[in-house]
């Protein structure tokens, strides 16, 4: 079955960056695009970046732009985000998901001084 799984998620502070990463099984990743939502207490999800099945095109969320970047490894079946210079609004569960297949349970990035 399809299975996503994110780590690499933490505590950290603002100005500090975090690697995520998302390792798939149970499908032809290299077939699909790839997402990353996040979600904090209390908020809508959020669209934070996309990227195609080729990784040759990706779209970022205003609020992420020149800060976060999305990737993928299709010889790894595993798609990233690299979040630099983290802010405190930045906070919340990053989720990665296959448009209209699945989503992972996520992995938790909290921002404090």
């Known amino acids: 079955q399809v299975q996503l799984v994110e780590s690499g998620g933490g505590q950290v502070q603002p100005g500090e960056s975090l690697r995520l990463s998302c390792v798939t099984s149970?499908?032809?990743?290299?077939?699909?695009?790839m997402n990353w939502y996040r979600q904090a207490p209390g908020e809508k999800r959020e669209l934070v970046a996309a990227?195609?099945?080729?990784?040759?095109?990706?779209i970022y969320a205003d609020s992420v732009k020149g800060r976060f970047t999305i990737s993928r490894d299709n010889a790894k079946s595993t798609a990233y985000l690299q979040v630099n210079n983290l802010k405190p609004e930045d906070a919340a569960v990053y989720l990665c998901?296959?448009?209209?297949?699945?989503r992972g349970q996520g992995t938790q990035v909290t921002v404090s001084s």
């Open positions: 998901d296959v448009p209209g297949m699945s």
């Open positions: 149970g499908f032809t990743f290299s077939s699909y695009a």
């Open positions: 990227i195609t099945s080729a990784g040759d095109q990706s």
